[in-house]
């Protein structure tokens, strides 16, 4: 079935099909969903104080507004990231700026944090009744310079801290220009310190501790992973999800939309997105929490990041691919790993919600 409605949105152009999907998962996520839904197995996990129904989550990007949460409920992700979202709503990049390489299973994208700004998406969230564990990935405006930087980010954060399960900080993305410079290390510290800092006040405001995430891109060195790992650990950051989309282009040589500028997602950037997860896994040891994303296309590769480290792992560009059954295979495949036996193998197409999985610390 999903086949047959892939090959209708691939005729049209990348974003024009995005768009159409999300429409109709927001205005009838129950109806839009109802031919998809798959029979996701519960594999409950217990992770920085938050209880996640199984470990595959949707990745940032793809509901950049929090616009669709009950469809992605519905399709039995185990949790949701939204995002990335800004202080001030704002347009990204121009068009055409998401490219197919369906022979590589692959995207380009350089959309540039198109979103309609951090209080659109806290309405979406408060009108929704998601109860599932919610990520909320934050950035910074474009037009904002790197040295204020770290006034966005604590903007987004003091907004969403009470609506989120989990703050992400992107500092990896590609397309925003000099983005990626804050992991440079000097920066990193300047800024993880301010954001962990405010977190505390924050966990008093609110009465719970909301753990705080850094995405990081896979196009570092060896050096400046390592020192990526410590920053986080020195500065009190409660996980790593890696990786964001790389702006190499693997194995790409006779293609031609390989020249288009941005973030390559999907198949070929799963080499470097795993060499980056297990070298942080062996790095933090095994009480820090990762999230493992980048290429994942079948349950095997969602296997394969369990076993490399991940406590959990994220999909975008398989789902695009694959997708639904893409969720089931790798909550099985994941929960193989961890050598649980699913304990409802039965249909749950609503397994977000568990009373308590907003947790608290
Ligand atoms: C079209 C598109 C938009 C994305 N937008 C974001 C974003 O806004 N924030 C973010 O942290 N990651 C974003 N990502 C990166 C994904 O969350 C993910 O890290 C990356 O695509 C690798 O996973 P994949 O190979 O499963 O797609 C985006 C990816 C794609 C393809």
Known sequence: MYELARDLLFKLDAERAHELTLSMFRRMPGLATLPFRQRVPADPVRLLGLDFPNRVGLAAGLDKNGECLAAWQALGFGFVEVGTVTPRPQPGNPRPRMFRLPAHRALINRLGFNNKGVDYLLQRVAESDFKGVLGINIGKNFDTPNERAQDDYLHCMRA??????????????????????????????????????????????????????????????????????????????????????????????????????????????????????????????????????????????????????????????????????????????????????????????????????????
């Open 160 to 361: 969403v801290h009470a609506r989120a399960s989990y703050i992400t900080v992107n500092i990896s993305s590609p397309n925003t220009k000099n983005l990626r410079d804050l992991q440079e290390e000097g920066q990193l510290r300047g800024l993880l310190r301010a954001l962990t800092e405010e977190g505390r006040v924050l966990a008093q405001r609110d009465g719970r501790h909301v753990p705080l995430l850094v995405k990081i891109a896979p196009d570092v060195s060896d050096a400046q992973l390592d020192g990526i790992a410590l920053a986080a650990r020195e500065c009190g950051i409660d996980g790593l999800i890696a990786t964001n989309t790389t702006i190499a282009r693997p194995g790409l040589d006779s293609e031609p939309l390989a020249k288009e500028a941005g973030g390559l997602s999907g198949a070929p950037l799963r080499p470097a997105a795993d060499q980056v997860l297990g070298r942080l896994r062996a790095k933090l040891g095994a009480d820090f929490a990762l999230i493992g994303v980048g290429g994942i296309m079948r349950g095997a590769d969602a296997a394969r990041k369990r076993e490399l480290g991940a406590d959990l792992v994220q999909v975008y560009t398989g789902f695009i691919y694959r997708g639904p059954c893409l969720i089931s295979e790798c909550v099985q495949a994941t929960a193989d790993v961890a050598g649980s036996t699913p304990a409802v193998a039965a249909e749950t197409l609503n397994p977000l919600e568990s009373p308590d999985s907003r947790g608290s610390k």
